[in-house]
């Protein structure tokens, strides 16, 4: 995203074209939706008291969040100009479940025709330098990890079988990304609101994706083909390469002039500094001291909350927490099907 900025304002990519609007309306909701339909393996029984204790953690952390947003919102929030109830938006939808949903979010307050693009891309630039402090600060913090069932896996990863990305599951996974995402658009349009057709994927995708992973397991092993296909192998792969593209053309929507003039006032990081201080004491205080969840579990479920199920499982496994490693992964999903809802709603309640 910086690359593109400096090009961009160096006249080497122009601001404005009409293939942006395509990355905008069609590649970006696309990876946001492949990113929630691959399924490497099913939840083990042993990991379910994991689940419930980092699930627990995690609402907690998004009621923090919610508190956080507010609390930014009434100290600078009037700072940040006539759109600033969409960035904040945007913002508490990014910690509640990932940098996805600050895209979606992005989309769903409409953000690009309104004018909005220099804020939009100032507020990713703050929330991705952000985010990397707030993970910083969740490694450093010491504690004991849940107890390693025997013979598991010493590689963080739950056992599972091979996974084999074929031709077959990629447009299996390309071929239900567009259905999930015309399903949804027709479903927004039925109920008057177009814009959220996005944020109807995000709780669509994972049931769709559970649904299909049920049939998986009664299937035999002689339909091994079919498993790779309906297990759409392959989708967090392409979701992570239209993601990078969606980020490069954000960059470039905005010069970095632009970016500057927005975040000189320092009311944007005076802002998400608020917001995600409140959001860990809360945390901390209402998660570990008052519900007695274990450190461990809240420390991933805020993970999950502000980086989403990739950070969060890469925090469990880089801490040796081999029976963190899927709990993060399905609460980081929920996350990611439940925040542009949430952010629309706290954005729409402050503006």
Same mark, same amino acid.
Request: hydrophobic residues 55%.
């Given at each position: 995203m910086g690359t593109a900025s400096a090009l961009a304002t160096l006249g080497a990519l122009p601001t404005a074209s009409a293939?942006?609007?395509?990355?905008?309306?069609?590649?970006?909701?696309?990876?946001?939706?492949?990113?929630?339909?691959?399924?490497?393996?099913?939840?083990?029984?042993? #990991?379910?008291?994991?689940?419930?204790?980092?699930?627990?953690?995690?609402?907690?952390?998004?009621?923090g969040t919610v508190v956080g947003t507010l609390a930014a919102w009434f100290v600078?929030?009037?700072?940040?100009?006539?759109?600033?109830?969409?960035?904040?938006a945007c913002l508490c939808a990014s910690y509640i479940g990932g940098s996805v949903n600050f895209a979606a979010t992005a989309?769903?307050?409409?953000?690009?025709?309104?004018?909005?693009?220099?804020?939009?891309?100032?507020?990713?630039?703050?929330?991705?330098?952000?985010?990397?402090?707030?993970?910083?600060?969740?490694?450093?913090?010491?504690?004991?990890?849940?107890?390693?069932?025997?013979?598991?896996?010493? #590689?963080?990863?739950?056992?599972?079988?091979?996974?084999?990305?074929?031709?077959?599951?990629?447009?299996?996974?390309?071929?239900?990304?567009?259905?999930?995402?015309?399903?949804?658009?027709?479903?927004?349009?039925?109920v008057g609101q177009v814009s959220f057709t996005l944020g109807i994927a995000c709780l669509v995708a994972p049931i769709f994706s559970l649904a299909t992973s049920v049939i998986v397991q009664s299937m035999s092993s002689v339909q091994k083909n079919l498993c790779s296909v309906l297990r759409f192998y392959g989708a967090q792969s392409m979701s992570g390469a239209l993601m990078?593209?969606?980020?490069?053309?954000?960059?470039?929507?905005? #010069?970095?002039?632009?970016?500057?003039?927005?975040?000189?006032?320092?009311?944007?990081?005076?802002f998400i500094g608020i917001l995600l201080t409140v959001q860990l004491l809360f945390t901390l205080a209402v998660g570990h001291?008052?519900?007695?969840?274990?450190?461990?579990?809240?420390?991933?479920?805020?993970?999950?909350?502000?980086?989403?199920?990739?950070?969060?499982a890469a925090m469990a496994s880089a801490k040796g927490w081999k029976r963190a490693v899927s709990p993060a992964i399905v609460t980081g999903i929920f996350g990611y099907s439940i925040a542009t809802f949430i952010g629309v709603a706290v954005g729409r309640a402050v503006a």
């Open positions: 293939a942006y609007d395509v990355v905008w309306g069609w590649l970006m909701p696309m990876g946001v939706v492949l990113a929630l339909l691959e399924r490497r393996g099913a939840m083990r029984r042993e #990991d379910s008291a994991e689940s419930a204790r980092v699930l627990g953690g995690f609402v907690v952390g998004a009621v600078v929030g009037r700072a940040l100009g006539t759109e600033g109830w969409k960035i904040a989309q769903a307050v409409d953000m690009m025709s309104s004018g909005g693009k220099a804020l939009l891309s100032a507020g990713m630039a703050a929330d991705n330098f952000a985010m990397a402090c707030y993970l910083g600060v969740l490694f450093a913090i010491k504690t004991d990890g849940p107890d390693n069932v025997e013979g598991e896996s010493t #590689d963080g990863a739950p056992h599972e079988e091979h996974d084999e990305v074929t031709k077959s599951s990629i447009i299996a996974s390309l071929a239900a990304a567009l259905l999930i995402l015309r399903a949804s658009h027709a479903i927004a349009a039925m990078l593209m969606f980020f490069a053309t954000l960059g470039a929507m905005a #010069d970095l002039r632009s970016v500057f003039t927005a975040l000189a006032g320092g009311s944007m990081l005076t001291r008052i519900f007695k969840l274990p450190l461990w579990a809240v420390l991933i479920a805020a993970n999950a909350n502000v980086g989403g199920p990739a950070t969060a």
